[in-house]
């Protein structure tokens, strides 16, 4: 997994990146609290990022 947005996706869901295309780790760690475990619910079960990162919601 990449440590930075390729596709320019963060920047369309509203994600503040810095110069390098990454996300603000605190940020990043506080949207998953919020959101992680909807994503689960619909996530198909591959990797996941923010699971392997901060573990679960």
């Given amino acids: 997994m990449?440590?930075?947005d390729m596709l320019n996706?963060?920047?369309a869901a509203g994600v503040?990146?810095?110069?390098r295309l990454e996300p603000d780790i605190d940020e990043a760690r506080a949207a998953w609290?919020?959101?992680g475990q909807a994503f689960l619910a619909i996530h198909d079960g591959g990797e996941c990022w923010a699971l392997d990162m901060f573990g679960a919601p």
Avoid: P
């Avoid at 503040?16 to 110069?19: A, K, M, R």
């Fill in 16 to 19: 503040v990146l810095n110069d």
């Fill in 33 to 35: 609290r919020r959101y």
């Fill in 2 to 4: 990449f440590g930075f």
């Fill in 9 to 11: 996706s963060a920047y």
